[in-house]
């Protein structure tokens, strides 16, 4: 079970932090990553970080977005400065067994958490 919060209305520039509490299992176990949906578009792999340390972020978040882990909490944090108006989707944390890239298959995921910049 990944259960996801922080989401939540800010202005262009604002910052929030997304978390994701995970089972212990998982989170030593499992690539984490988020993933965020916009309206008509496309499903985009933000950032990950896989067990061995190993990371992606997209390229319309790189310098804005930070993805970290909290092994004490069995926790996954985005935080997201510099926040623009295309910034505004579905959020989602996920967890997968594979390799930690947006394009692998990914197997759990949580029910998301609206992000809205305006």
């Known amino acids: 079970q990944l259960v996801e919060s922080g989401g939540g209305s800010v202005q262009a520039g604002g910052s929030l932090r997304l978390s994701c509490v995970v089972s212990?299992?998982?989170?030593?176990?499992?690539?984490m990553g988020w993933f965020r949906q916009a309206p008509g578009k496309e499903r985009e792999g933000v950032a990950g970080?896989?067990?061995?340390?190993?990371?992606f972020t997209a390229d319309s978040v790189k310098g804005r977005f930070t993805i970290s882990k909290d092994s004490s909490k069995n926790t996954l944090y985005l935080q997201m400065n510099s926040l623009k108006p295309e910034d505004t989707a579905l959020y989602y944390c996920?967890?997968?067994?594979?390799?930690?890239?947006?394009?692998?298959?990914?197997?759990?995921w949580g029910q998301g958490t609206q992000v809205t910049v305006s």
């Open positions: 212990e299992y998982t989170h030593s176990t499992y690539a």
């Open positions: 996920s967890a997968g067994i594979g390799m930690c890239s947006p394009n692998a298959p990914w197997d759990y």
């Open positions: 970080i896989g067990t061995d340390g190993s990371t």
